[in-house]
């Protein structure tokens, strides 16, 4: 295929979700929530042709020399299947945020304002190899009243292919546009480039992946993008923690599931503490399989046990079972730690020092910051929004866990009864016509 059949390949599947979309929009939550639920039910139903086709991306993936952390992302079972399927009912539960007045007034001359949710439009997902991300954003982008175009990873082909079939069906047997659904070429990342280029066609487009996919389009995206987090995580154990406290959530933070973004990727230690803390800590990481990559103090604790760290390592997302680790020599230490190398995701505090906690919350600048609890919880289902979209780590429209009102935007209604405003002088060329 040419570049040009390609572009125009993308950009008519974004003028149908664009249709699909203002058809979807107008959908009541009883419609929405029917099709979440029969979306899940046709996942569990037809898992084994998903089964079928994840395991042949599997198998490619082996091949291709993947490693393990990317293919446990890759790689789908009957209970990740009815983990997605959960998701789409527990997004079916959901309040539905579209209509919802954000704020409404009447002024002094009785004109009525609200300003109300509306959803985005046409969202562009673009991501790597993790097949459940395809279930999430159609259920959450839908439920929004959204239309999605997915463009997945070539690695995950198979999967996302065999899934969008099955819920476009879905939506197609419902009554709804098909369309507003779609999966866009994988194999050549131009299609990347025309998605996030598709101004006027598609409204925002969101990377899910690594620091790399993440920083190409946002920075070469013409549509507007919603950048979520590469998690430089850190756990920072505090000169008053609980010991036992601090152990459990190291190794929840780390070890649970290496391979996603809320995953810790750096151990901080204070100094009053380490002697005590870091050879249990180090002894429970090196059981659990856990590579260290220390700072010098670390490595005089932990001897040939722990990879002298680099300059490097601070800042590296491992997405495996390797973790960084220092020794600071104050609370402040650690902030300006994580101020230097933290990707603004999530951040954690061990501590039973009220104080220290208040210093932790208010002066680290993240995402999402936690006290006495894993790094793992920065997540949309654990926070109560059912399935996520992503986790933002930028500070306009949405910040961290993204769930369905942050797929949404908003408009202003105004209702008169024959209101007119006041006249003034003509408007000068250029000037705004509002004011």
């Known amino acids: 295929m040419s570049g040009d059949e390609l572009r125009e390949q993308v950009r008519d599947a974004a003028r149908r979700a664009r249709r699909a979309a203002a058809e979807l929009a107008l959908a009541n939550r009883g419609t929405k929530d029917a099709l979440l639920h029969a979306m899940a039910d046709a996942l569990v139903r037809r898992s084994a042709e998903i089964l079928a086709a994840n395991e042949r991306d599997v198998e490619a993936a082996r091949e291709a020399g993947m490693s393990e952390a990317l293919i446990d992302r890759l790689a789908l079972s009957e209970p990740r299947i009815d983990a997605m399927a959960d998701g789409l009912r527990t997004v079916a539960g959901l309040p539905d945020p579209v209509g919802e007045v954000v704020r409404g007034s009447v002024l002094p001359n009785g004109l009525q304002l609200q300003q109300v949710r509306v959803p985005l439009g046409v969202v562009g ?21 959204n239309a999605v175009l997915l463009r997945g990873s070539s690695s995950a082909e198979n999967s996302n292919t065999a899934l969008v079939e099955i819920l476009a069906d879905v939506v197609r047997e419902r009554g709804l546009p098909a369309d507003a659904v779609q999966l866009l070429p994988c194999h050549d990342r131009a299609s990347v480039q025309h998605l996030i280029t598709a101004r006027g066609l598609v409204d925002v487009v969101i990377p899910r992946g690594g620091a790399g996919l993440i920083s190409a389009v946002v920075e070469q995206a013409t549509v507007p993008a919603i950048e979520t987090g590469v998690g430089n995580c850190h756990v920072y154990v505090d000169a008053a923690a609980d010991i036992d406290t601090a152990l459990r959530i190291l190794l929840n933070s780390k070890a649970r599931r290496p391979s996603v973004c809320n995953a810790a990727e750096t151990l901080l230690v204070h100094k009053d503490i380490a002697g005590e803390f870091l050879p249990r800590a180090l002894a429970e990481l090196q059981n659990a399989g856990v590579t260290v990559h220390g700072d010098e103090r670390v490595v005089a604790v932990g001897g040939s046990n722990v990879v002298a760290a680099t300059e490097e390592d601070w800042g590296t997302e491992y997405l495996s079972l390797d973790i960084a680790a220092a020794v600071v020599d104050s609370l402040t230490d650690a902030v300006e730690h994580i101020r230097t190398h933290g990707s603004g995701h999530t951040e954690a505090i061990v501590t039973s020092d009220v104080r220290a906690a208040r210093q932790f919350t208010a002066r680290v600048d993240a995402a ?68």
């Open 125 to 145: 997902i673009v991501y790597e190899g993790r097949p459940n991300v395809t279930v999430d954003a159609a259920g959450l982008t839908l439920k929004a009243g």
């Open 368 to 435: 999402a910051v936690m006290v006495n609890a894993s790094t793992a919880f920065t997540d949309g289902g654990e926070f109560g929004m059912g399935a996520e979209i992503g986790i933002s780590t930028q500070k306009l429209h949405a910040r961290g866990p993204m769930g369905l009102p942050e797929l949404t935007s908003t408009k202003w209604l105004a209702f008169g009864d024959g209101h007119v405003r006041p006249g003034s002088a003509p408007a000068t060329p250029g000037s705004c016509p509002g004011s």
